[in-house]
């Protein structure tokens, strides 16, 4: 079977960007991808298969920061239709304007609760979200949430990613965002859950900002949201970790925040540090910078991959990293003053 990095480069040798350290150049993108593909909503049944972890996380730093566009664009050409891409574009195809009051928005998304979701940010404000929308790998999901690398696949839920060999990849299809608790002591399951920042041991003794920040900045119905965010995953001989950063706009309909598109800036700098191990009980603490800028982007969301490091190779460890610092705003013209995100700024690059 052709693995998914050699489909890339022969239907896409036009795609070909260098990916030098954690900074990326984006503006060749914007000039080899075709306009919009036609709108798909429906996630494809086949299951994308990686041959190592090598090929996937190569796939994945070249397309994490594609725009809708340029990931349908991609998806199309490899005859696939992620579930991330169906949720999306579902989202997208909404006009929120037929809804007449809160009630018809809730049930609307509790009988589209396959793509949609309701977010209540904890000040008692809501967000219409896909299903997801904080897991990066669900653009090579298939529509049971599924990947494969190797002989593993990849389940992706909201909390982390389960695994398992492809022997059992029928136990894998049983489990969900309800019962994987459950399947803690199956040795044939094993469950990679997302960095929270209320872990002490995540500490190194000087500098510690936790593994995600988030910040806004609201203008009457207008909003920009900043995220910045640390991943683990499991795949192939080890375990890898990374940066993220998103940026996203919205609008405020009938007291709930909506996606919108607008003309995006910001300057995300970022130091990140991580438990590298060199047994699986020996590590060392290393720092790795990162860092992203757009100016003027129309889009609905600026997101991508800031820096990345392998914590483990061919052995079990126990993932541990944050931030040291970081120096981040974003902007829209809907919205003033900028959103910030400063701590340890002389750390960042």
Not at 39 to 52: G, H, I, P, Y
Not at 141 to 168: C, H, P, R, T, W
Not at 317 to 332: I, K, Q, R
């Amino acid at each position: 079977m052709n693995t998914i990095k050699k489909s890339i480069f022969a239907l896409f040798i036009t795609f070909a960007f260098s990916i030098s350290g954690c900074k990326k150049d984006h503006s060749e993108l914007t000039h080899t991808i075709p306009s919009s593909p036609t709108l798909k909503t429906v996630a494809s049944s086949k299951m994308l298969r990686f041959e190592d972890a090598e090929d996937f996380l190569e796939t994945y730093e070249q397309t994490v920061s594609f725009d809708n566009s340029e990931r349908g664009s991609w998806e199309d050409a490899i005859d696939f239709v992620s579930f991330g891409r169906a949720c999306d574009e579902f989202y997208l195809s909404l006009d929120e304007t037929i809804f007449d009051n809160d009630e018809t928005v809730e049930d609307f998304v509790i009988s589209n609760s396959d793509k949609l979701q309701l977010i209540e940010d904890g000040s008692g404000e809501f967000y219409l979200e896909t299903v997801l929308f904080k897991q990066d790998f669900r653009y090579f999901a298939n529509k049971d949430k599924m990947f494969q690398i190797g002989d593993k696949v990849y389940l992706i839920l909201e909390e982390g990613i389960v695994s398992a060999d492809y022997s059992n990849i029928g136990k894998l299809k049983e489990i969900n965002e309800n019962n994987y608790f459950s399947y803690s002591g199956d040795n044939d399951i094993y469950f990679s859950p997302s960095l929270s920042n209320n872990a002490s041991s995540l500490k190194d003794g000087a500098y510690n900002c936790g593994t995600w920040q988030e910040q806004r900045v609201t203008n009457n119905r207008e909003r920009t949201y900043l995220r910045i965010s640390i991943h683990t995953t499991d795949v192939g001989n080890g375990t890898n970790q990374y940066v993220n950063y998103m940026v996203r706009p919205y609008k405020k309909t009938l007291g709930i925040w909506y996606w919108c598109t607008r003309h995006i800036s910001c300057n995300i700098k970022v130091a990140a540090d991580y438990k590298v191990y060199t047994s699986s009980s020996s590590w060392t603490w290393t720092r790795v910078n990162g860092s992203y800028s757009c100016t003027n982007k129309y889009a609905s969301s600026v997101s991508g991959q800031l820096c990345s490091q392998w914590i483990s190779i061919g052995f079990t460890s126990t993932p541990a990293g944050h931030f040291g610092g970081y120096n981040c705003w974003a902007d829209t013209p809907s919205t003033n003053p900028n959103v910030i995100l400063q701590a340890n700024t002389f750390l960042c690059p």
